[in-house]
């Protein structure tokens, strides 16, 4: 029975199935030959790195945002950005008059020696000084103002029978009804007389008198008269009436005083720091005002009005510091006092450099100490830093290929010199050269553009000597090849043999140099031009935006101004550096497929 059972279950069971036949290929058959060309093995061995596909993704970015940026901004990379904003800026000074203000009478004059020896009779007490032969009278007024007079031969007469005959000095012109009084005085012997509001002297001496006569001069104050009008010149009759009121008003304690001049009427209110004079046609608006104090605009073109003064003068009594002026637009104007002086500082609409403003919707990455937007320099940098570099290689490479090439192919006396030129330049201090010829550079004012060339030239010519000595050490392997022979059997140039054949064959390691060289050099010109001895304001570079991190100020509160720079710098030579690694292992025929 259980034999029935396993028959029954093998009849049941599922049929295996047999194993597929593989087809049997020839060793000729073409399906076995899997060809793969040299270039497409680098190929497939390169996009096997990551960190190189990463590299070269980070030099599609750099180079798209360094070459198309520019053309995308809307801004240069040198263009200014500014803004209208309030500042407060000096206004005015306000200091206190120490030495007299001369008015001088209408048709007279006042030297600047008798000014000084006035000066020293006030000083010493007295009412009468001389200089070079004239007398000068001084009336005190009050004790910040005196009255000038001067004592000067008005002519002479002759009495003679009963008669006065005179005469008079060169240039003067007796009013009608002089020589009567003359007469009738000197008839008396008198020794003085007036005529027509002025005193003239009679001095006797014999026969002969001497007639003088004491004429107002001036009027020395330490008190300055400013008009509500600009323009407006004080006379010498408004002064002596406006120093003759304000004195009876300070002796009298009155707060209020009134004067008359040409026929017009002026109220004065005095205070102790200045008196404010009002035509009594306009009692309202403010005439003229009478201070010891100075108040000078800054700017030329500034009038300050007698009320406005009031005002300052009266903070800087009180010792205030901030003046509010102005009724629909109260202004704010603030006080400081530098020793004897009180400078006055006010708001004014100024068109001020946008610097250092933060990242914005105007300016994404902000901007630089310059007001530049720093995204546009960013831009424009990286295609000079770039620029730079790609350029610096280039140099070297044709340099060092040519020289290495032929050193490596002739050999003797001709490789002997080419390697000991390649060791001079070897131990030639590469700083120390470019240092000199930036400060060289600086010191002629090299324009930036051509100053760009001359670092390019100087950075390519010093950085060839390990490419030629790369070159030369691989065509000495190379030369002794077959296919060398068989070039120079079929009677190849030595050109084409060099430049043709060998040179070809150098190739791969001279892109993996050169990927290093690019990011070495970008290297080198930040660091010149953060030195100040690469590039050259209005070029910009990632190099000399980075120049602000000196300041400690812009490096700790502005970090916008030199992170991004510095970002820009390390990735590119981050980029540049995985691509020179992933094409130096896919070069390397020990690497597995």
């Not at 009804?177 to 005529?195: I, M, N, P, V």
């Not at 190739?507 to 660091?527: D, N, V, Y």
């Amino acid at each position: 029975m259980a034999q029935d059972t396993l028959d029954r279950d093998q009849t049941n069971a599922t049929p295996i199935p047999n194993p597929p036949q593989q087809e049997t290929i020839a060793l000729d058959d073409e399906r076995r030959v899997k060809v793969l060309s040299p270039s497409m093995l680098v190929f497939r061995r390169f996009i096997r790195n990551r960190l190189a596909i990463l590299g070269v993704a980070i030099l599609t970015v750099m180079t798209f945002f360094s070459v198309v940026g520019p053309f995308i901004s809307p801004y240069r990379q040198d263009q200014v950005f500014t803004h209208d904003d309030m500042v407060y800026a000096d206004f005015a000074g306000i200091m206190i008059n120490d030495t007299f203000r001369y008015t001088i009478k209408e048709g007279s004059s006042l030297s600047p020696g008798a000014r000084a020896q006035l000066t020293q009779a006030v000083n010493r007490g007295q009412d009468r000084f001389e200089y070079r032969g004239t007398s000068y009278d001084l009336t005190r007024i009050h004790d910040e103002a005196y009255a000038v007079t001067q004592n000067a031969v008005y002519g002479y007469a002759l009495l003679f029978a009963g008669r006065v005959i005179p005469s008079y000095e060169e240039g003067v012109e007796p009013a009608e009804g002089f020589e009567a009084a003359l007469k009738e005085a000197a008839g008396d012997k008198a020794e003085s007389f007036t005529f027509e509001g002025a005193v003239y002297d009679l001095t006797y001496e014999d026969r002969e008198v001497a007639i003088t006569v004491a004429a107002p001069v001036a009027l020395a104050s330490y008190n300055v008269v400013n008009f509500a009008t600009a323009g407006q010149k004080t006379s010498f009759a408004f002064s002596l009436a406006a120093e003759q009121t304000l004195a009876a008003a300070r002796e009298a304690g009155a707060a209020e005083g009134s004067f008359t001049v040409d026929g017009k009427d002026y109220r004065m209110e005095v205070d102790e720091a200045e008196a404010m004079i009002y035509d009594a046609a306009s009692p309202d608006e403010a005439f003229a005002s009478l201070s010891k104090y100075i108040v000078q605009p800054v700017m030329p073109d500034v009038f300050i009005e007698p009320e406005f003064k009031e005002a300052l003068l009266t903070a800087v009594e009180e010792g205030a510091k901030e003046v509010v002026w102005g009724e629909e637009d109260p202004v704010t104007y603030r006080i400081r006092r530098e020793n004897l002086r009180w400078n006055v500082r006010g708001p004014r609409k100024s068109q001020l450099v946008s610097y250092y403003l933060s990242p914005s919707w105007e300016h994404w990455v902000g901007t630089d100490g310059n007001g530049m937007d720093l995204l546009t320099r960013l831009m424009y940098g990286g295609r000079i830093s770039l620029s730079i570099g790609f350029v610096v290689v280039l140099i070297s490479l044709l340099i060092g290929v040519t020289m290495g090439g032929i050193s490596g192919y002739f050999g003797g006396w001709v490789d002997m010199l080419i390697m000991r030129a390649v060791d001079v330049f070897y131990c030639i201090p590469t700083w120390p050269i470019l240092i000199i010829f930036g400060s060289v550079m600086d010191t002629y004012r090299v324009n930036p553009y051509v100053r760009l060339v001359y670092l390019m030239m100087i950075l390519g010519f010093l950085s060839w000597a390990g490419i030629a000595r790369l070159v030369r050490g691989q065509i000495l392997s190379l030369r002794e090849q077959e296919f060398m022979v068989a070039a120079e059997a079929s009677g190849l140039s030595v050109y084409r043999r060099i430049f043709k054949h060998l040179v070809p064959n150098v190739i791969p390691q001279l892109i993996i140099i050169a990927t290093g060289t690019l990011g070495s050099t970008i290297l080198t010109e930040s660091t010149l031009s953060f030195l100040g001895l690469g590039v050259k304001y209005p070029i910009a570079s990632w190099g000399n935006i980075i120049t602000a991190v000196s300041d400690v100020n812009v490096m700790t509160n502005y970090l916008f101004v030199w992170v991004p720079a510095s970002l820009c710098i390390v990735i590119t030579v981050l980029g540049f550096n995985f691509v020179g690694d992933g094409l130096r292992d896919a070069f390397d025929p020990k690497m597995k497929r």
